[in-house]
């Protein structure tokens, strides 16, 4: 055997188990070199026979025979991971193995965006939970508003009627030339004194604003408040249209809430809205109709007895104007003229729920010489001019004594073409609408 098989199964040898080994090299008789060596077993206190020492020997092959394979295995898996990351880092296509880890790693971010999915559908389902909770906490407030404020709107209308009383029982009553003049609140009221420059609101979009009406009810019903606001742009020749706002800010931003379709066409820029119903001039007669908002139903209708209609006694800018509509802190009105008057301006007080007239009076104002008329506190004022930019309130009539008087109260047509000057008695304000323009004015009263 040669002495490198020697000294490897020495080693073995003592692998196994043996504590000391003796290795001899010597000339044996002939004089050749041999080499001995010797190994203390660390179990058996003598010698076994050769075949049980060959078998020892098998087995100890066998087992290096194996520890050898697995060692080749590893370094050939080895061998297999450095070629993989040699061919991913020079961009190599991978093989099975590398499809197999791109999987792996392509399941775990599949895995990370499920889990992160999962956790933004738990936080979108606790908004969306926070938003039905906040909905229904504010459906509610506004049920309560509403309930205030429709029970508020009774107390006002019963307030209103408890000072009319009282006011009945202990003013003396003054007369017009046949009736009584008509009761009412005047609380606060007075000669007009003073008109302030024109705040601009909103400015219609289309030519259909170029004339129009703007209103808002000073004695509000429920479902509406005193910021509810109604828009007609009263070009043309079907005018049905009436815009509704539930707030300021949507009639200055131009959103409506609500658009009513009337079931008759109406006519020029004379209509109201007084008590929850809109008050407007048929188109073509001289019929004033009262549609409900809340029900949009038509709840009364009267023929205002010789009124012109239709451009035969107009304000002094057109626009068939011949019955303009009014409301102030007694009530509801209607300014009109006929061929009896001769053109005069006619004034008569009308039931806001029947339409009948209550009340007449009849001035010495040349209707068709002033360009727009309101009523304060039961006094016609007329303005002298649609497009001066330096106009003046020219004339008052006082329903309480039956006379007028001229006046000089200066007023501004900012735009130049205003064709609607309605008085609104809960702000204490002038609405107009002037070429294209909603504007307000603040007004001052004397005293009484």
């Given amino acids: 055997m040669p002495a490198v098989q020697l000294l490897l199964l020495a080693c073995l040898l003592g692998g196994v188990g043996a504590r000391t080994a003796q290795f001899q090299k010597a000339n044996d008789r002939s004089g050749r070199c041999q080499y001995t060596f010797s190994v203390a077993s660390p179990s058996e206190s003598s010698c076994p026979e050769q075949g049980q020492a060959m078998l020892a020997i098998q087995e100890l092959q066998r087992d290096s025979s194996e520890q050898r394979a697995t060692l080749e295995s590893t370094k050939a898996r080895l061998s297999s991971l450095e070629a993989l990351l040699h061919r991913l880092t020079s961009g190599q296509p991978a093989g099975p193995l590398e499809t197999h880890q791109g999987l792996q790693r392509e399941l775990e971010a599949l895995r990370r965006e499920r889990e992160q999915l999962e956790t933004q559908t738990q936080e979108l389902e606790s908004a969306y939970s926070n938003l ?17 404020n429709e029970d508020l709107a009774r107390r006002l209308e019963s307030s209103s009627q408890e000072v009319a009383s009282l006011r009945r029982g202990q003013c003396p009553q003054a007369h017009s030339s046949s009736q009584d003049v008509p009761s009412g609140s005047r609380e606060g009221c007075g000669e007009l004194v003073w008109v302030g420059e024109p705040i601009t609101l909103r400015t219609a979009e289309t030519i259909t604003g ?7 009810d000073p004695q509000a019903t429920f479902p509406y408040t005193g910021e509810t ?5 009263t070009v043309g020749t079907d005018i049905r249209q009436v815009f509704e706002y539930d707030h300021i800010r949507q009639f200055t931003q131009g959103y409506p809430s609500k658009v009513h379709v009337l079931p008759r066409p109406l006519e ?22 009262r549609y409900d908002l809340r029900t949009e139903t038509l709840k ?23 019955i303009d509509l009014a409301v102030d802190e007694i009530g509801l009105w209607v300014i009109y003229s006929t061929e009896a008057a001769k053109g005069a301006i006619v004034l008569s007080k009308l039931n806001p729920e029947t339409l009948e007239l209550e009340q007449t009076w009849e001035t010495n104002i040349r209707k068709q010489s002033v360009a727009n008329a309101f009523i304060i506190c039961g006094t016609l004022y007329t303005v002298s001019s649609y497009s001066s930019p330096d106009a003046t309130v020219n004339f008052a009539y006082d ?16 735009y130049k073409y205003s064709s609607m000057i309605d008085y609104n008695p809960l702000e204490r304000k ?4 002037d070429n294209f323009n909603m504007v ?7 005293r009484l």
């Fill in 132 to 148: 039905v909770r906040d909905k229904s906490a504010l459906e509610e407030e506004k049920r309560r508003l509403q309930a205030e």
């Fill in 210 to 216: 170029k004339y129009g009406v703007w209103m808002r």
């Fill in 229 to 233: 606001t109604w828009r007609i742009d």
């Fill in 268 to 289: 020029s820029t004379g209509a109201v809205v007084y008590r929850g119903s809109l008050y407007f001039q048929a188109a073509e007669s001289r019929t004033v109709l």
């Fill in 300 to 322: 009364a209708e009267k023929e205002i007895p010789g009124a012109g209609y239709h451009g035969q006694f107009p304000y002094s800018w057109g626009g068939y104007t011949d």
């Fill in 399 to 414: 329903t309480g004594t039956g006379s007028s008087k001229a006046l000089t109260v200066p007023f501004k047509n900012r």
């Fill in 430 to 433: 002038l609405f107009a609408w």
């Fill in 440 to 446: 307000s004015y603040d007004i001052k009263l004397s």
